[in-house]
């Protein structure tokens, strides 16, 4: 069983920066991908990024160039590097995992398709 741990979050200033980290356990297979979410309230899951395993990494327009997502595929620990927060980045993040190769970017999106989830990590982002 994949278990994931958020931690990081944090009330910062616009331009701010973040790093969150998300400890897995429970990826024993080689090849998986993992990926940054975020919520507001009861508003539709926002994808941020995803890493796969091989290190590949896809991210959605709204984080790009200012986010960026990383693996330390020893220690199975994915980390969002988050750089000039905006007001809009105030949420929860959340890191998902799913076993297997090929198909995390893919559900970059929507999030659907990663099995696992942890709690998430509280951003918020005031002037």
């Known amino acids: 069983q994949v278990k994931l741990v958020e931690s990081g979050g944090d009330s910062v200033q616009t331009g701010g920066s973040l790093r969150l980290t998300c400890v897995a356990s429970?990826?024993?297979?080689?090849?998986?991908?993992m990926g940054w979410f975020r919520r507001v309230g009861r508003q539709e899951r926002e994808g941020l990024a995803t890493?796969?395993?091989?290190?590949?990494?896809v991210y959605a327009d709204s984080v790009k160039g200012r986010f960026t997502i990383s693996l330390d595929d020893t220690r199975k620990i994915l980390y969002l590097q988050m750089q000039n927060l905006k007001l809009e980045d105030t949420a929860m993040y959340y890191c998902?995992?799913?076993?297997?190769?090929?198909?995390?970017?893919?559900?970059?999106?929507?999030?659907?398709?990663?099995?696992?989830w942890g709690r998430g990590t509280q951003v918020s982002v005031s002037s």
């Open positions: 890493i796969e395993s091989d290190g590949s990494a």
């Open positions: 429970g990826l024993t297979y080689p090849r998986y991908g």
């Open positions: 998902a995992a799913g076993l297997g190769a090929g198909w995390a970017h893919a559900a970059l999106q929507s999030g659907i398709g990663f099995p696992s």
